[in-house]
């Protein structure tokens, strides 16, 4: 009985403390722009772009995009990325992680 009043407490917790779209889009932005950051080096190296276009590009490609999912005690938040690849994002009590998907990487 403690065990499922437990489980019935963080259930509730979890519902009202979801992630909402812009703590997503503001995760997913913070991740883009430090793996923006670290490709600097190589990218201005062959194309000449600065850091600044590359970190304004990238706050801008995250705004109005994606689609966003509550799944009542959790959130997720996906962003087509340039290429193969995607951002997803997953939320749960207040805090998101986002990470990067290959396409190609799934398929068997």
């Known amino acids: 009985m403690r065990i499922l009043l437990l489980l019935i407490l963080i259930g ?21 722009q430090t793996e923006a950051q670290q490709q600097t080096g190589e990218v201005q190296a062959q194309t000449g772009i600065s850091l600044d276009s590359v970190v304004d590009f990238v706050t801008g490609f995250v705004a109005g995009q994606g689609r966003y999912d509550n799944y009542y005690v959790a959130s997720k938040f996906t962003v087509d990325m340039p290429g193969a690849a995607y951002l997803e994002c997953w939320g749960a009590f207040t805090q998101v992680q986002c990470r990067r998907v290959d396409r190609g990487a799934g398929a068997a």
């Open 12 to 32: 509730v917790a979890a519902y009202f403390t979801v992630p909402t779209r812009e703590k997503h889009e503001e995760a997913a932005r913070a991740f883009m």
